[in-house]
């Protein structure tokens, strides 16, 4: 048989008896692409992130020590194989599982109509990553090849081990000092240490024994490629973007910054309000984000809500509700600035591109809601009203009341409620339950709790055609927002409050994020 | 022609552990060669240099007058190994191992695999990591058999066989022997069945040659005496330096010493038991001459250490 047969011969084993492994690794690559091209950061990112890496050395690992390089009792070394060939077999299935892993990247890439130039860097950088991880993964197994058994009982835990040791590269590459370092090496230098890596894992098959000159230099090799995908991945700290100067709208001041934090390839723009009025309701509408590539390729995406993460406690909303005959002031949660924060969700969509990102254009629209009483009825009621075409029910819960708070449970149905903005999300129909205390002033609740919440979301019409819902759990917590003078007690025995935003402004912002 | 030739062969492990000292030593072509010593004496790491999964320390193995650390010598010379401590790939089944390995010999012999299978009782669907050790060694066997190697290395292939297959892998190997001259190099503590089939030997002692070549030469060298001692027990300083396997039992007195050592001549030994009511010289058995040979090697290191 010929070295290139011998070499076909062995790689197609290893594809044959390794099929369940590189389809479990190809699964776990279609569950991270869900997070790639997802909008939003899924459950699973996090075990993704950490699982792929563990399938991807498993597999490998696992292939190797099957066919241990070390010759004086491995089944390979007995049959008329060439030790090159065998090696070169490996190195092919490695190759094989990196090309897997960067079909996903490409898949993704295009998702993004991303533009062929920046495919090309996107992709060429990827592949230098992934490599400088299979390599030393290839490495790891040659070299402690004493200490692996072909069951590859053993391989399991030094696919743990080598986790451990990615969280631990990973977590001392973010060190500033160790980071200076590692940028300070010549980039030759990452070169001529994956290709001695290679040379250096055949060379280790045509050996009789293990030696320690070899595993040294495999090491020294591995530690190098190691750190060349630390400075690859983490190429600056977290620092602001840009800055632009406050605008006010409806006598409310919004101000804009922007953060990217390299470590996540996130960016997060928060807009900050001051001075909002009471009774308002400040609300990103749309927005439309467009990455600008380096080679003048431009993609656009829309920004829904989903893109939006609004921290809990700090509802885009101002405190209080203009009530006839109440002051609001007086009865206000305790911190009054809002803010809307968006946050740039493609962590490992702008990942895949590193460097190939030049800027990132922002436009969004900003409204401004004016409250608007619809119904006013008792807890522990159910009374339909109509406003505006608008029919409201209330269905109040049990009211309970305990050393420390309130707790009601409360069911709003509108049938059918035109919205005046596209989105429904749940903080709008928080911020429409209010309570009106006996003494005749109001109270806005924030819900610690909501439970069975149904909602739609969609254009006015659509979402006019719908019934919608909200039943959830509202708890009045003496800690929390409510005042600490306010009668528990009392409030099972007040009016409940729904009140319905509408539009008053529209106002268009446009911002533009150089990368660093 | 020899097929195998062993010239001056040291091993060191891990540049401190003296696995081989000199071994110098001869395997003909055709000739099933036992291989024997106790734990420890060098047996593996001689067959694996002779196989080229070693290289020596110093001193070379000739395979067909080819250094064998020049060539491969399992490509090169149809060279089958069968070890215990060889593990077929665990993922595998053993249809697979074979369909993965019959392309690489080009003398495999798929009827002698189909045979081999059946009376070892093996089922070829199940995966080698589930096979018990006796089977294990079983489907390692058929990996080593079956592709009618020209030289065939063993090292304690009957680990983990009953009787009766062992019995039928004797029997097979000795008619695979006669019918294509297969030569066989046999490593094995199993002396009782390595003495049915084997025809050459050589004993290691803590990694010495202890001795080595036709079991009947050896047989003839070496003689066993059993001396019956009179009413009057036989004395204490009775021994010569010679003599080796000194045992003791009652009135019983035996040892081993070289056939033609001048103390075993009837004359002398009339003298120097004169009292005897019985006096046997006789050929040892290979488990006696392993046994003598190998606790003389221990006794002969031990007074070296000491010294």
Redesign the interface.
């Known amino acids: 048989m010929t070295w290139s047969a011998q070499v076909w011969h062995v790689f197609r084993k290893d594809l044959v008896t390794r099929w369940t492994g590189i389809l479990f690794f190809a699964v776990m690559l279609l569950v991270s692409m869900t997070d790639v091209v997802s909008a939003v950061e899924t459950p699973w990112a996090a075990f993704s992130s950490i699982a792929l890496p563990g399938a991807f050395a498993g597999i490998v690992i696992g292939a190797i020590a099957t066919d241990q390089p070390a010759r004086s009792d491995v089944f390979w070394a007995t049959q008329p194989l060439r030790p090159d060939a065998v090696a070169t077999a490996k190195l092919l299935y490695v190759l094989l599982i990196v090309l897997i892993a960067m079909t996903s990247t490409v898949v993704a890439l295009r998702y993004f109509h991303v533009g062929t130039a920046a495919l090309i860097t996107a992709v060429g950088g990827r592949l230098w990553l992934v490599l400088c991880y299979a390599i030393p993964v290839a490495h790891l197994a040659t070299i402690s090849i004493d200490r692996l058994d072909p069951n590859g009982r053993r391989a399991r835990i030094v696919v743990l081990m080598l986790v451990l040791l990615a969280v631990v590269v990973a977590t001392i590459g973010r060190a500033e000092p160790v980071m200076q370092v590692i940028r300070a090496l010549p980039t030759a230098l990452y070169v001529l240490a994956f290709l001695g890596g290679v040379a250096l894992f055949v060379r280790s098959y045509q050996l009789r024994e293990r030696s320690p000159f070899v595993s040294g230099a495999s090491i020294v090799c591995s530690l190098l490629m190691l750190a060349s995908m630390v400075a690859s991945t983490t190429p600056d700290r977290a620092a602001p973007v840009a800055a632009a100067a406050p605008v006010t709208v409806d006598s409310a001041s919004v101000a804009f910054t922007a953060l990217r934090d390299s470590n996540t390839g996130s960016m997060r723009v928060t807009l900050n309000h001051a001075d909002v009025q009471a009774g308002m309701l400040y609300r990103l509408a749309t927005g439309t984000l467009t990455v600008v590539m380096r080679d003048g390729s431009r993609m656009s995406m829309l920004l829904g809500s989903r893109w939006m993460s609004v921290r809990p406690g700090g509802p885009r909303q101002a405190p209080g509700i203009a009530l006839a005959g109440a002051d609001s002031t007086a009865r206000a949660p305790r911190e009054p600035t809002v803010f809307d924060e968006i946050r740039l969700l493609p962590p490992a969509f702008e990942r895949l591109r590193q460097d190939s990102v030049s800027r990132l254009l922002l436009d969004w629209t900003l409204e401004t809601h004016q409250l608007h009483e619809v119904a006013r009825f008792p807890l522990r009621d159910t009374l339909p009203h109509r406003d505006n075409g608008a029919e409201v029910q209330c269905i109040s819960g049990e009211a309970k009341v305990d050393g420390r708070g309130l707790e009601i449970e409360v069911n709003v149905r509108w049938l059918p409620l035109v919205l005046p903005s596209s989105w429904w999300d749940r903080t709008e129909a928080m911020g429409r339950s209010v309570f009106a205390l006996h003494d005749g002033s109001a109270m806005t609740l924030t819900p610690l709790v909501a439970r069975s919440f149904h909602s739609g979301k969609g254009t006015p019409d659509q979402f006019g055609r719908r019934v919608a819902s909200a039943g959830y759990t509202l708890r009045v917590d003496t800690a929390f927002g409510a005042n600490p003078d306010t009668d528990l007690a009392s409030v099972a025995t007040s009016q409940m409050v729904v009140a319905v935003p509408r539009l008053r402004t529209t106002r268009r912002f446009h911002a533009e994020f150089g990368m660093p | 022609m020899n097929a195998i030739e062993v010239q001056d062969l040291s091993y060191r492990y891990r540049r401190t552990v003296d696995a081989l000292h000199g071994i110098t030593m001869t395997v003909t072509a055709g000739a099933i060669h036992g291989l024997i010593g106790p734990n420890g004496a060098g047996k593996s790491t001689l067959l ?1 240099c002779c ?1 080229g ?3 020596a320390t110093t001193g070379r193995v000739l395979l067909s007058g080819h250094d064998a650390r020049r060539v ?1 010598p ?2 090169t010379h149809a060279l ?4 215990e ?8 089944t053993l249809a ?1 191992v074979e369909r ?2 019959a ?3 080009p003398r495999w012999d798929a009827a002698l695999a189909a045979s081999l299978r059946t009376s070892f009782g093996l089922d070829a669907s199940r995966t080698c ?1 589930t096979l018990s050790r006796g089977e294990h060694m079983k489907a390692a066997m058929l990996c ?1 058999l079956a592709p009618r190697p020209t030289l065939l290395l063993m090292d304690e292939p009957f680990t983990g066989m009953d009787v009766l297959v062992k019995d039928e892998i004797v029997r097979g190997l000795l008619a695979g022997a006669l019918e294509t001259g297969t030569t066989i190099l046999i490593a094995s503590h199993d002396l009782a069945e390595l003495e049915t089939i084997i025809d050459h030997v050589t004993i290691l002692g803590r990694g010495r040659l202890l001795a080595s070549g036709a079991m009947e030469a050896l047989r003839e060298r070496y003689r066993r005496v059993t001396v019956v001692a009179g009413p009057a027990a036989i004395g204490a300083p009775v021994t010569e330096a010679s003599w080796m396997g000194v045992e003791r039992a009652g009135r019983r007195l035996s040892f081993m010493a070289d056939a033609t050592h001048t103390s075993l001549r009837a004359e002398v030994m009339q003298q120097r038991f004169p009292d005897a009511e019985q006096i046997t010289i006789e050929e040892p058995s290979l488990r006696e001459l392993f046994a003598t040979l190998a606790r003389d090697a221990e006794r002969h290191t031990a007074l070296e250490t000491s010294a």
């Open positions: 694996q196989a999964l070693r290289y491969d399992i490509s089958g190994y069968l070890s401590a060889i593990r077929l790939p665990p993922k595998m697979q993965f390995i392309p690489l010999h990591g080593a």
